[in-house]
């Protein structure tokens, strides 16, 4: 009697747990991409930025159940109307990044267990990260701020030849969703006026 009581209460708790989760779900239409290119409508759990990096939960339409899918599974995923995630290489590991915007000079971002990170990619170079740094560091035991200007160097490199971006890239003192894909806006318009861009990120504050 004790071990049939024990199992019911273990059984409750799991479905107790199970429904916690479904309630603190946020659920929103969307579909996942898959490698092998066809297209699959549903419903997927806006998360953290943290956890939709890592695998994309989802419900298809019309069936029950949920699968939570890795960046292996998957060539991407879209929340309808807001933020699309595509599967890239980062250091020999695959992991979700925010598509910000396709243009000329595209746009990305990733937060991990190690924070937050920003790529840039433009005509088939590969992602390029822009790193940034910013903490405190001692010259002869005074402590100063530091903030780094890796990023603003290579966001120049890869936009010489729209001269007139130097002064705006120079204001990215702090890498952004909102400053970077102004700035992607900005010189797609000197370099190529004539052609569209796509922006998939929703609007930040």
Not at 43 to 58: A, H, K, P, T, V
């Amino acid at each position: 009697m004790a071990v049939y009581f024990s199992r019911y209460m273990l059984i409750a708790c799991f479905l107790l747990a199970y429904q916690s989760l479904l309630a603190q779900a946020d659920f929103r239409t969307g579909y996942v991409i898959m490698v092998s290119g066809d297209t699959v409508y549903g419903d997927i759990d806006n998360r953290s930025e943290l956890l939709m990096g890592q695998s994309c939960y989802f419900r298809e339409a019309g069936k029950p159940g949920m699968v939570d899918l890795f960046p292996g599974d998957l060539l991407g995923y879209r929340i309808s109307g807001g933020k699309y995630y595509v599967s890239r290489d980062i250091g020999g590991k695959k992991a979700f990044l925010e598509f910000l915007i396709l243009a000329r000079i595209s746009m990305y971002y990733l937060r991990d267990t190690r924070g937050e990170h920003y790529y840039l990619e433009k005509d088939g170079s590969g992602l390029i990260e822009l790193p940034y740094e910013n903490k405190v560091i001692f010259k002869n035991k005074i402590p100063q701020a530091y903030q780094s200007k890796q990023h603003i160097g290579i966001l120049s490199i890869y936009m010489k030849d729209a001269p007139g971006m130097e002064p705006k890239i120079a204001g990215i003192r702090k890498p952004s969703r909102k400053n970077l894909i102004r700035l992607a806006e900005d010189y797609h318009y000197m370099v190529n006026n004539n052609r569209s861009y796509t922006v998939f990120a929703g609007k930040y504050p």
